[in-house]
């Protein structure tokens, strides 16, 4: 008979026959034996259960290529540690019904889709099958919704993708609470579709999207890369055009689906607008940041953008704001933040209407991303670590940016439809899915270590901004420009 419960004790006791190293894989051999026994009846359940089966022999897999890292005893515990905590997960995963839905939101009317479905997906009613579903769009606030727990496996199996960065990959560097990517979005009026691989790049044939903004940016394209390369049958037809090293040097990074001619690059462009070095009275070089001029202009024929600025522009430095702004070849002595942040998008806006031609490109923003740093920031001992649950209470929300009131009110402005995917809300509720102190293993854990509350674990939230992107476009999909 299945057990519903799997219950391991632990006790001391003195004496021991083995010295502390076999000791703990003696526990480790228990553990295995107790989890054999009830597994393959939890396993039988559900097939995510079989999933995260696989997710338990990949954890055993990056702790023993870390056993140089580590001593042979902190090794077994921590096997130990993962089989246990595998164990009790699996016996506790209950199956939660989850909805899916269709959506697409706009800031202001100038943007050519604003309206959502609300359709059930049913095994008779698969939001795949497209046209009738899309014919049957409804308004709907997909950002206006909540974290439901969802027992499907995330996009993409933890610690699979080689394109995840060291920074983000929290199953990786140890993290042992998976509760992270069992949470889905969910807006409140509506349903979103299931992101589907196959499809996006069906969507995406002949054609190149590109991720121009900071790491948050770069967090959404190695999300997006990694779950379109799960849909593929040959993972090898996944090309770098770029090299690794040519993204730490000019900040561009760029991967080919080659079965259905797509690229889809990251560009890093933190302020959007573009950095910059004057010399001064003493001819000492020092860096300012031309309001006046955007960054790069290598991605103006792309098929689809996704922009985002935000997160350094509350930098000390941005904060601040002396002798750094410049416009032309005037350094302002003090200019606020709020100030320079408007000059910088309305510079955004301007090149955008001058360059994208609005037949051929799709131009969308992605809002700022919520950080969770408690009793102080990144570098002064600001830390998120321990948090495993979302945030309940909508009251509890930090307050919404300024910047993306600026923002808003800019795009409001333009000419070109810019379609604004405005994460912050569903991101101010995720205080469980940043790195915390999970950082690539060289950087040693001490107690008072820079933690990462800003970021996000892959797979994880980033996830859910491409199914809103995916949906997106599912929905203008049927009359994306074609490269014939």
Same mark, same amino acid.
């Given at each position: 008979?299945?057990?519903?419960?799997?219950?391991?004790?632990?006790?001391?006791?003195?004496?021991?026959?083995?010295?502390?190293?076999?000791?703990?894989?003696?526990?480790?051999?228990?553990?295995?034996?107790?989890?054999?026994?009830?597994?393959?009846?939890?396993?039988?359940?559900?097939?995510?259960?079989?999933?995260?089966?696989?997710?338990?022999?990949?954890?055993?897999?990056?702790?023993?290529?870390?056993?140089?890292?580590?001593?042979?005893?902190?090794?077994?515990?921590?096997?130990?540690?993962?089989?246990?905590?595998?164990?009790?997960?699996?016996?506790?995963?209950? +199956?939660?019904?989850? !909805?899916?839905?269709?959506?697409?939101? &706009?800031? *202001?009317?100038?943007?050519?889709? =604003? #309206?959502?479905?609300?359709?059930?997906?049913?095994?008779?009613?698969?939001?795949?099958?497209?046209?009738?579903?899309?014919?049957?769009?409804?308004?709907?606030?997909?950002?206006?919704?909540?974290?439901?727990?969802?027992?499907?496996?995330?996009?993409?199996?933890?610690?699979?993708?080689?394109?995840?960065?060291?920074?983000?990959?929290?199953?990786?560097?140890?993290?042992?609470?998976?509760?992270?990517?069992?949470?889905?979005?969910?807006?409140?009026?509506?349903?979103?579709?299931?992101?589907?691989?196959?499809?996006?790049?069906?969507?995406?044939?002949?054609?190149?999207?590109?991720?121009?903004?900071?790491?948050?940016?770069?967090?959404?394209?190695? +999300?997006?890369?990694? !779950?379109?390369?799960?849909?593929?049958? &040959?993972? *090898?037809?996944?090309?770098?055009? =770029? #090299?690794?090293?040519?993204?730490?040097?000019?900040?561009?990074?760029?991967?080919?689906?080659?079965?259905?001619?797509?690229?889809?690059?990251?560009?890093?462009?933190?302020?959007?607008?573009?950095?910059?070095?004057?010399?001064?009275?003493?001819?000492?070089?020092?860096?300012?940041?031309?309001?006046?001029?955007?960054?790069?202009?290598?991605?103006?024929?792309?098929?689809?953008?996704?922009?985002?600025?935000?997160?350094?522009?509350?930098?000390?430095?941005?904060?601040?704001?002396?002798?750094?702004?410049?416009?032309?070849?005037?350094?302002?002595?003090?200019?606020?933040?709020?100030?320079?942040?408007?000059?910088?998008?309305?510079?955004?806006?301007?090149?955008?209407?001058?360059?994208?031609?609005?037949?051929?490109?799709?131009?969308?923003?992605?809002?700022?991303? =919520? #950080?969770?740093?408690?009793?102080?920031?990144?570098?002064?001992?600001?830390?998120?670590?321990?948090?495993?649950?979302?945030?309940?209470?909508?009251?509890?929300?930090?307050?919404?940016?300024?910047?993306?009131?600026?923002?808003?009110?800019?795009?409001?402005?333009?000419?070109?439809?810019?379609?604004?995917?405005?994460?912050?809300?569903?991101?101010?509720?995720?205080?469980?899915?940043?790195?915390?102190?999970?950082?690539?293993?060289?950087?040693?854990?001490?107690?008072?270590?820079?933690?990462?509350?800003?970021?996000?674990?892959?797979?994880?939230?980033?996830?859910?901004?491409?199914?809103?992107?995916?949906?997106?476009?599912?929905?203008?999909?049927?009359?994306?420009?074609?490269?014939?």
């Amino acid at each position: 008979m299945c057990q519903n419960i799997l219950y391991f004790s632990c006790k001391k006791k003195k004496n021991l026959p083995f010295p502390p190293l076999m000791a703990s894989f003696k526990t480790m051999i228990s553990i295995l034996m107790q989890f054999s026994r009830t597994a393959p009846c939890l396993l039988w359940r559900s097939r995510t259960h079989i999933f995260y089966m696989f997710l338990l022999l990949l954890s055993l897999f990056f702790l023993s290529t870390s056993f140089n890292q580590r001593s042979p005893n902190a090794l077994a515990l921590a096997l130990a540690t993962r089989l246990r905590f595998a164990a009790d997960y699996i016996a506790s995963f209950t +199956s939660v019904s989850s !909805s899916n839905t269709c959506i697409v939101s &706009d800031v *202001r009317s100038n943007c050519t889709l =604003s #309206s959502v479905t609300a359709v059930e997906r049913t095994p008779g009613n698969s939001l795949e099958d497209g046209n009738d579903v899309i014919k049957d769009l409804s308004s709907c606030d997909i950002f206006n919704g909540n974290w439901v727990l969802d027992d499907s496996r995330p996009a993409y199996i933890p610690g699979s993708c080689p394109y995840v960065d060291d920074s983000f990959n929290c199953f990786k560097n140890g993290r042992v609470d998976f509760s992270y990517v069992r949470y889905r979005w969910k807006p409140f009026d509506c349903q979103i579709p299931r992101f589907n691989g196959r499809k996006m790049l069906e969507m995406l044939r002949g054609k190149r999207l590109v991720f121009v903004g900071d790491s948050l940016n770069r967090n959404m394209w190695e +999300s997006l890369v990694c !779950s379109l390369r799960e849909s593929l049958k &040959d993972k *090898r037809r996944l090309f770098e055009v =770029s #090299s690794r090293n040519e993204y730490r040097t000019q900040g561009f990074f760029s991967l080919r689906f080659q079965d259905y001619q797509c690229t889809i690059d990251f560009i890093k462009s933190p302020f959007l607008v573009q950095e910059w070095k004057i010399s001064d009275k003493s001819e000492i070089r020092r860096e300012t940041l031309r309001l006046d001029m955007i960054q790069g202009s290598k991605y103006s024929n792309a098929d689809i953008i996704v922009f985002n600025t935000g997160h350094w522009w509350t930098h000390q430095k941005t904060g601040k704001g002396k002798n750094y702004f410049q416009e032309g070849s005037h350094v302002y002595d003090r200019m606020e933040v709020k100030e320079a942040f408007t000059k910088a998008l309305k510079t955004w806006a301007q090149w955008v209407d001058s360059n994208i031609d609005r037949k051929h490109t799709r131009v969308f923003f992605a809002g700022y991303s =919520s #950080s969770h740093f408690r009793k102080g920031q990144w570098d002064t001992g600001g830390n998120c670590h321990g948090e495993t649950e979302p945030i309940s209470n909508e009251t509890s929300l930090a307050p919404y940016p300024w910047m993306m009131s600026i923002l808003e009110s800019v795009i409001s402005e333009m000419k070109t439809p810019v379609f604004y995917l405005n994460i912050t809300k569903m991101t101010a509720y995720r205080k469980d899915g940043h790195p915390s102190i999970y950082r690539p293993l060289e950087i040693p854990r001490t107690p008072g270590m820079f933690q990462d509350c800003s970021h996000w674990c892959l797979p994880g939230v980033p996830d859910f901004w491409n199914e809103l992107l995916y949906a997106a476009l599912l929905i203008s999909g049927h009359d994306l420009p074609n490269n014939d």
